[in-house]
């Protein structure tokens, strides 16, 4: 229905909306919402992951990037793939925990959340470093990610393996 005709971030809201009003600031007692299942959500968001790889890259790229995008772009991404691994989190922190703690070979040291709010980043050149080298940790990752799936698809006949 909606799903390919909304981006994957409305498709979640509405999915959130339907589910436990999470979100609504209002609604008509007699407004009705499919509920989307979290398969076709799941679908939605790991189709958005080759974009927000890429704007993590640019945002990166910058010499002196804004750090709460980066930050927020390096947790989309670890909430993408904690998805496609049948974790469905929303609070930044709860993804950050769930991510290092299932996915430790990627070996991303993200500040807290607690850390980086209030403007601490700013002023902080640490802080502000391991955002920035967080980055590069989850865009290395993604890219291994990307070769274990191609190398684990199967080749059907005649195609090139190049």
Not at 9 to 38: E, K, M, P, T, W
Not at 93 to 120: C, I, K, M, N, Q
């Amino acid at each position: 229905m909606l799903a390919g005709l909304v981006p994957p971030r409305v498709l979640h809201a509405v999915r959130q909306i339907a589910r436990d009003g999470c979100g609504l600031l209002y609604r008509r007692s007699d407004l009705v919402l499919n509920a989307f299942d979290a398969p076709a959500d799941d679908r939605a968001s790991r189709s958005e992951l080759p974009l927000v790889a890429m704007v993590l890259r640019r945002l990166a790229a910058n010499p002196e990037p804004d750090v709460r995008a980066v930050y927020k772009h390096v947790v989309l991404i670890m909430k993408i793939i904690l998805r496609a691994d049948g974790v469905d989190l929303d609070a930044s922190e709860e993804v950050r925990l769930a991510f290092t703690t299932s996915h430790p070979d990627a070996d991303v040291d993200l500040p807290a959340v607690a850390e980086v709010s209030g403007g601490r980043w700013r002023q902080d050149e640490i802080l502000s470093h391991r955002v920035r080298r967080a980055a590069t940790k989850i865009l290395a990752y993604h890219d291994a990610l990307g070769c274990l799936v191609a190398s684990n698809t199967p080749q059907t006949e005649g195609s090139d393996p190049r």
